[in-house]
């Protein structure tokens, strides 16, 4: 079952179009605090269709409570880097206020200098995760989707923060589906692919992960309980910005591909600095 939301309610995506469902649930979020799971949406009736091209996609969890990362999590990128493979993840907490909705133009700030994409499959958490096994996560996943986790490459190098270089407004897409983990023939194997104005930059898929999904959610949550509804970004391949010299420009559209979920979608905004101090004159006289 693949989940939407839009801004007529919860839907399942089915033969090309947003099938509205029936129900009390305003988002899915609400819908994983009661349930923990999304199970209960594929009995749901339906009240409409609406061709895909008429519906107003928006974030399919909102704002979630928490957005956890992991870095060099795939064996392309730390081949490409030069770096020996971690022998623990590199976690960090990235703030929810950065998460935008599909298709959404993202403002890069003028103090950015080097914005980067990262293609990513992201986990939802389902139920309450807390010193679980690597058995025990699977069955606590709700679903899959798509992200693209931005990074401002420049203020990494000067903070050494991950969180401070990737909780910029807008800078954490994700959707616009939520598939959930029946829709994968191999969950070990789900393949990502990241598209820069069309061409094909990265292309990978969850096996070539350093710390697989069971894996990485389990040491995950001895540190910490993982709630319904929560977020984590399981890395991503080769292929980024930084790898190639080539960071994101105005007009840039970024797509992330991952397998049984719909495209997500990010279109890159990069004022001029004249464009920049117009608009803010123009917030003042307004």
Not at 10 to 39: C, H, I, K, M, Y
Not at 58 to 69: N, S
Not at 186 to 207: C, P, Y
Request: a negative charge; proline letters at 8%.
């Amino acid at each position: 079952m693949r989940v939407v939301t839009t801004d007529a309610g919860l839907g399942r995506f089915e033969d090309g179009a947003v099938a509205l469902l029936d129900t009390a649930f305003p988002e899915v979020n609400a819908v994983l605090e009661q349930e923990g799971s999304l199970r209960c949406l594929a009995s749901c009736a339906v009240r409409r269709r609406v061709p895909l091209d008429e519906s107003t996609l928006l974030a399919p969890l909102g704002r979630p409570r928490a957005v956890w990362g992991v870095g060099l999590n795939y064996v392309s990128k730390a081949a490409h880097t030069g770096r020996g493979l971690p022998g623990r993840p590199i976690l960090y907490l990235a703030g929810s206020s950065g998460v935008s909705a599909p298709g959404a133009r993202v403002v890069i700030p003028p103090t950015v200098t080097e914005p980067d994409y990262e293609g990513e499959i992201a986990v939802v958490v389902g139920c309450r995760l807390h010193q679980a096994t690597e058995s025990e996560v699977w069955p606590a996943i709700a679903g899959i989707t798509a992200a693209n986790d931005m990074t401002a490459r420049d203020a990494m190098r000067a903070t050494g923060t991950p969180a401070l270089a990737k909780s910029y407004p807008g800078f954490t897409p994700l959707g616009p589906s939520i598939s959930t983990p029946d829709e994968f023939e191999d969950r070990d194997a789900i393949r990502v692919r990241t598209r820069v104005n069309g061409e094909l930059v990265q292309d990978d898929t969850s096996a070539g992960m350093i710390f697989p999904v069971p894996d990485l959610l389990s040491r995950l949550s001895w540190f910490t309980a993982l709630e319904p509804g929560d977020v984590v970004l399981t890395g991503t391949p080769a292929g980024t910005g930084q790898d190639r010299g080539c960071f994101l420009a105005d007009g840039d559209e970024v797509r992330v591909e991952v397998d049984g979920v719909l495209p997500l979608i990010t279109r890159i905004v990069r004022p001029t600095d004249a464009s920049q101090r117009d608009h803010r004159l123009t917030e003042q006289v307004s």
